[in-house]
């Protein structure tokens, strides 16, 4: 696929729709606060959308590992990149199992007890296998996807990947297919006989 060809791929982010939510099963199911839980692909694909981070756990010689890392979303799969023959490069080519997670807090909601103090939330965690991308054109693709989403119509101005460059660079996608959503909004919950101490409450920004 020529460059042009790929600039004029359309980048938009299509949902699956909406018959088609996360899947869901005993390790990815929301239990505490269940009721806050969201199995739409519409919020999940939006916090990914807009974090474009994710931190990734894995296990390594026996021990949990996690590592803070950009990830973006093209339809329905997640994009992770890293070094190739990394440490990180080599775990996702095994095929194990990934649990990956993403979190922003959008404010804090201050109550009249030091106990109910919370914060508004948007979480996401999934899980899913990591499938090594070894076509120049779903590279190039991918790439695309992520520096137009961040400045559109960037990719088209720049240098495309050398061949150093795309050997030095492992991409892997994760389909999108179990995890679980899970948000708070809204202000304090105050137990009744709190409401009349002289102190304020309400939400700050984060």
């Known amino acids: 696929m020529s460059r042009k060809e790929i600039t004029d791929t359309p980048l938009s982010l299509p949902l699956s729709p909406p018959s088609s939510p996360l899947s869901c099963c005993p390790r990815s199911r929301v239990k505490r606060a269940a009721r806050r839980a969201s199995y739409d692909r519409a919020p999940a694909y939006a916090l990914i959308d807009r974090l474009k981070t994710a931190h990734v756990g894995f296990v390594e010689d026996g021990e949990p590992r996690i590592i803070p890392i950009t990830a973006w979303r093209l339809a329905d799969d997640l994009y992770l990149h890293t070094l190739s023959g990394g440490r990180l490069a080599q775990t996702l080519a095994s095929g194990q199992l990934l649990c990956i997670s993403f979190a922003v807090t959008n404010q804090w909601v ?5 106990f109910h103090h919370s914060a508004n939330y948007e979480s996401l965690v999934l899980f899913g296998r990591a499938e090594p991308v070894t076509e120049e054109s779903e590279f190039d693709a991918a790439f695309q996807a ?14 495309a990947p050398n061949t150093k460059e795309r050997k030095a660079t492992a991409l892997f996608r994760v389909p999108i297919e179990e995890g679980a959503f899970k948000s708070r909004t809204g202000g304090p919950g105050e137990e009744p006989e709190d409401m009349a101490l002289p102190v304020w409450h309400g939400v700050l920004p984060a």
């Open 110 to 114: 201050m109550t009249k007890s030091a």
């Open 146 to 159: 992520i520096i137009d989403q961040i400045e559109p119509g960037r990719w088209e101005q720049v240098r």
